[in-house]
Every structure is written in C-alpha cells, then in structure tokens.
C-alpha cells in the first residue's frame, strides 16, 4: 500500500507547478501576510485588542494566520528566508506568551469574552486549534524550530483533558467545525504520542452520536449540515457545509488507515462515490448551494448559481489523498488531478494575488452589478477576483497546497515484493528516496510528453499513474542502438496493470530512461440527463483541464453559442498576462446582432446566425482580463 513522503525529498524543478510555486513564493505569501497584518490579524495574536478599537478579533483569524503559516513553512523546506522565518517567529512568540497556564489559545475568546471559552460549538475554537496545530507540525519540520509545537502539545493536551471528560456537557463534545481530527494525526506523527492520535478518533467516534450536539448547531441548520445526522461510519451520502464535511472525511480516513477500521472506511468509499457521481461539477467544483455553502442533493449542480467554494477543492483533495493511502486506488489521484487543474487554481489568478472564494461555471457580469448596486444580499457570482474577503480562509489554504504540491506527486511502499516507487502526478521535478534518484521532465498538462530518468543502487518498481481521461498512451525506452534495446529487455521489465496503472520494473542497479506521451485529443463532455441545468449541452476538455469561453475573445451573449457537429478542434500556444497557456478553438454558430429583431423581447422568426470560430481558454485562467462574461457548458449543433 502506497505511503506518505517527506516533502523535503521531492523538489520542483520547472513546468507548470514551479511557476505556481514561483507565484507563491515571490507574490503570495507576501501579499496575504500584508493583508492580514492591515486587518489587524497578525496583531490579534499579542491579546491586546480593547473594545472600541479597530479591528476586533473574529472567531476564525486564528485558522487564517495558521495556514499561511504552514503555508509558507512548506516553502522554507527547499529554501530557508530569515524575514520570513522573523515574521513567523514573532507570531509563535505572541502565542506562547498568551498562552494560558493551562495551554489554551484563541484570540478571540482572550481577548472578547474568555469566560465562555469551549461553551459554543459554532464558534470555531476546535477549528483554530487544528490550524494551529497544522502549522507548528509544518514549521518544525521546515525549520527545526520547536516552540510553536510544544505549545500546541500543551493545547493539545489541554484539550484533551476538557473533552474527554466523562462529566463533559453533551452538547458540546465534538468540533462544530472539523478539521482538529486530522490536524491530530498530524501531531500524533510529529511527536509520536498516541493520545493524540486517540484523541482524534474520540472526536470521529463520538461525531453523530450525541442527541444533545444535533440542537447546538445554528438556529437555522440541520443536524445533516452539521454531519451530526447520523454516526460517521454510517454516512452513505455527502451533506452539509462541503468544506466541514471533507475536512471530517479527512479525518475518518486517517482513523480508519491507523486503526484497520472497515466500517468507517466503507463510509469513506461510499462518500467518495456520491460525491463524484453525483455531487461533483465537471471542473470538480463541490459544493453548489450557496445557501450554507453546502451540498445540495443528487444532480443538482447549478453553473451560474455555483457555490463551488474554493477551500472544498482543496479539502476534496486532502480527503483523496487519504483515501488514496487507505486504498491504493489510482481514482483519488484521478480526482485530486481534476480538482487542482480545476477548481483549485481557478481560485487564485495568473499573477497570484487577488482571489476567488467562489467558483462558478457561468458568469453574466450584469447581474452582479446590479445586485451589488441594490445592496441585495441575493447571490451572484463576481467575475473579478478581489484581493482580499473578510472570510479569508480560501487565500492561505491555497498558498499551503501549491508549497505542498511536492507530497502530491509520489508516493512509496516497501513490502514483501520489493520496493515501489508511486509516481501520480506529473510534473518536471527531482525525487530522492532510498538510493533511488528520479528526474521527471514535462511541461504537462499543456502538453502530454513526460521523460525519466531513473538512477538507483538497488532493484526498484516504478508504479506510473494512468491518467483516467487517457485512453491513449505511448511509453517508449532508449532504443538508438540494438546493444542498448537489449540492455533494457535484460535489465527492465514493463507492464500494464489490472489497476490502470503502469509497472516499470528495474532489476539491477544503474541508469535508466524512459518516456510516457499522453495524447490529449480534445474531447466533449456530456452531462447525465438529470443535471437538468446542461441539458443539451457540452463540455470541453483536453487532458485533465476543462475549458470555457470568455466574451474578451468572443463577444457577448455566449449562451446561445452552439459548438458545431463536426468542430474542427484545433489547439495553439498562447499567452494571459506573460502565463503560457493552450488555448482551443472551434468552429461555431453566434447569434448575430443584426437589425432585423435585435431589440424585439420576442420574434415569430429566429434570431439570425453566424459561423465564427470560439475561443476557448482553460478554466483556472478565467478572470484575469478584466469584466467578462464565462460560459463553461456550451450548446451543441446536431446537424
């Protein structure tokens, strides 16, 4: 079974994740620190706030500042940056001197009303502490630095010692928000003691078995929105607010890996697949109800109503990571490919510093302004991403995933039949484990040629991920001399596995080169009949990213563009902003502007059409043009 590697083996040498990562570094780290110090964030932390003055501290600033903490801990594996290093020192340093003698932390509740400290579910104090717990593993590892985790052990322990107790009020004996139950497998891991590890399955144990905590949610929530409906284990169906609910399954997947637990993974496996066959946009998007960010019911996935919340991609993405290690099932990493090409980098835009909190799949500009100019709290999504939300937290949760894209890449198993590296996505990078060396060249996804080159001390099996949407794959070894081929026919051995994966056996020590070309023809994609919402209607996507139209290249009303039967797909190199980018296009019926009934609301004759060719760019680089209509799902010409 595959297992986690340490994200100091693995570095990002160039392609599309090393300019993400550039991105990150250079432009938003920075920029987000300097929003959170302007909101008073960052002060929040020295508990000096006093009413009446600027910049009250909110319930979850702590998870805020936590994640860029992690965030840009993980940037300092590869690369250690004294001002950077000074910026975190100084907020650990505020949290261990407000740190209660009894290990407690939050900023809020120490500075607003501390003698209600671990009375209100709702308000976040498991959710902060599981952040923070996050981010002293992460900065321990990356600089060696112990303080900030020691105090997270007090907290930890803390916690504990409050939760666990049997005279405990049972309304309120797990987090309202989740996301402490994996943060605690961390911690386990880090310092190698158990209870916190049994701590966290406390927390996943006891979730949806207490009567008193299915009243204790808001006045206007479910006991399902909460994930109180029922016991974990007995979940069958993806509920409520997305984010909580992944971040749950996050941690019931690392219990039941830690404790060989069937039930609950069982839970996992079928959470997973109403998810996917029914809950999920086809950019991966989760989460369509804007009412609650929540999920919805089976195929109800709205494109312009689309809550698609960029922090539920993400924690999708640590849920299949899980799920991955639990199982072994390459479907996991086929989703965690789909959300991060997808609905994850949509989030962020090519230049790194402005955001989406949402990520809809149809946008008309108009109706956003004229909402925002009512002051109507009505939803519609914007079409420019602004720098800076109130509710921050999808900003450091991205900055964290794109410094940690390195653990997504490989995975290793040493078991009875030798040692298998997992290589799952791809990317030009180096990955150094156990005598083992790899390099990987690729420009991928905009491409799909990827090279290796393969140095080890010993026999190894390389296991390459078959991507789900390839159905073409050419996988060549050197073969410029017949001495060579024979080389490799002794010394290598290459297979297709029954998983729909690849086995690339090496024998014996040595030098080896091999090369994968993924063919990425463009393809349409067509909606179950039940998403009422793309009836009739495509989707088009080349290799693992889905494409839309923006009206900057094609004009207006994109609604009423139908894609022709035979499109002639052709793709070019393009750029947005200095961001290297394939861009496709088509050939295409647009209604036409023309005098004859332009204005009419109605007409007994139909609107006249012209041929043109559209435009389409990849979706995750929509909205860096300025005011533009989106279309992602397309009408199609039958005739």
């Known amino acids: 079974m595959p297992n986690q590697i340490e994200l100091k083996d693995v570095k990002i040498t160039g392609g599309y994740f090393h300019e993400k990562q550039q991105m990150n570094e250079k432009v938003t780290i920075p920029a987000t620190y300097k929003q959170f110090y302007s909101t008073g964030r960052i002060d929040a932390f020295k508990l000096k706030w006093r009413n009446g003055q600027a910049n009250q501290p909110h319930i979850f600033w702590d998870s805020d500042v936590a994640k860029w903490i992690e965030g840009a801990a993980y940037t300092l594996i590869h690369k250690r940056d004294e001002n950077l290093e000074s910026l975190i020192d100084s907020v650990v340093a505020d949290l261990v001197a407000g740190q209660t003698p009894e290990g407690y932390f939050n900023s809020y509740y120490q500075t607003i009303e501390f003698s209600n400290r671990f009375t209100n579910r709702n308000n976040h104090e498991l959710y902060c502490a599981g952040h923070l717990i996050e981010g002293a593993v992460a900065y321990k590892q990356a600089t060696g630095k112990d303080s900030f985790l020691n105090a997270m052990c007090r907290y930890a322990d803390y916690i504990e010692k409050v939760f666990t107790d049997p005279g405990r009020d049972k309304n309120f004996r797990t987090p309202g928000h989740e996301e402490i139950e994996l943060a605690l497998v961390k911690l386990c891991h880090e310092t190698g003691n158990k209870k916190y590890l049994d701590l966290s399955r406390f927390f996943i144990a006891t979730r949806g078995t207490l009567d008193g905590e299915k009243q204790t949610n808001a006045n206007w929530a479910s006991s399902s929105y909460a994930q109180d409906h029922l016991p974990i284990a007995d979940q069958t169906t993806a509920e409520g607010h997305a984010v909580r609910c992944l971040y749950m399954f996050s941690g019931a997947a690392d219990i039941a890996r830690e404790f060989n637990n069937e039930k609950l993974k069982k839970a996992c496996e079928t959470v997973f697949n109403n998810i996917v066959s029914k809950r999920m946009y086809v950019t991966g998007g989760i989460g369509g109800n804007y009412s609650g960010e929540a999920f919805s019911y089976d195929y109800d996935l709205p494109n312009e109503l689309a809550y698609t919340e960029t922090c539920a991609s993400i924690a999708m993405i640590f849920f299949c990571q899980r799920m991955y290690l639990l199982t072994g099932d390459k479907k996991y990493m086929d989703a965690i490919e789909l959300q991060l090409y997808n609905a994850v980098l949509s989030g962020i835009s090519l230049y790194g510093d402005r955001f989406f909190y949402c990520n809809p799949l149809e946008v008309h500009p108009e109706r956003r302004d004229y909402f925002t100019k009512i002051h109507n709290s009505q939803f519609a999504p914007e079409y420019e991403r602004p720098e800076y939300f109130g509710c921050s937290c999808c900003p450091p949760n991205v900055i964290r995933l794109i410094a940690s894209l390195g653990q997504y890449m490989y995975h290793v198993d040493n078991d009875n039949d030798g040692e298998k590296i997992y290589v799952n996505l791809y990317n030009s990078s180096e990955f150094e484990y156990n005598g083992v060396k790899i390099i990987q060249e690729t420009d991928y996804p905009r491409n799909g040629e990827v090279k290796f080159t393969v140095t080890t001390n010993k026999p190894v099996e390389l ?104 499109p002639d797909y052709k793709c070019e190199q393009s750029q947005i902003g200095g961001n290297n980018i394939v861009k496709i296009k088509c050939d295409a019926e647009f209604v036409s502007d023309n005098p004859e009934n332009s204005d009419d609301l109605y007409s007994e004759k139909p609107f006249k059409s012209e041929k043109k060719r559209l435009a389409l760019i990849p979706y995750a680089a929509w909205a860096n043009r300025g005011r533009s209509e989106m279309l992602v799902w397309f009408l199609k010409n039958r005739e």
């Open 463 to 566: 296991i390459l991920r078959s991507p789900a949407w390839c159905h073409n794959i050419n996988i060549d070894t050197p073969d410029d001399s017949e001495e060579e081929e024979e080389y490799y026919d002794e010394k290598t051995e290459f297979n297709s596995m029954d998983t729909g994966n690849y086995s690339f056996k090496i024998k014996e020590a040595g030098e080896y080169k091999l090369s994968l070309n993924f063919a990425m023809p463009v393809v349409e994609l067509y909606a179950n009949p039940k998403v009422h919402y793309c009836a009739g209607r495509i989707a088009v996507k080349r290799g693992p990213v889905v494409y839309c139209a923006e009206s900057i290249d094609n004009g207006e009303n994109l609604k009423s563009v139908a894609i022709n039967k035979i």
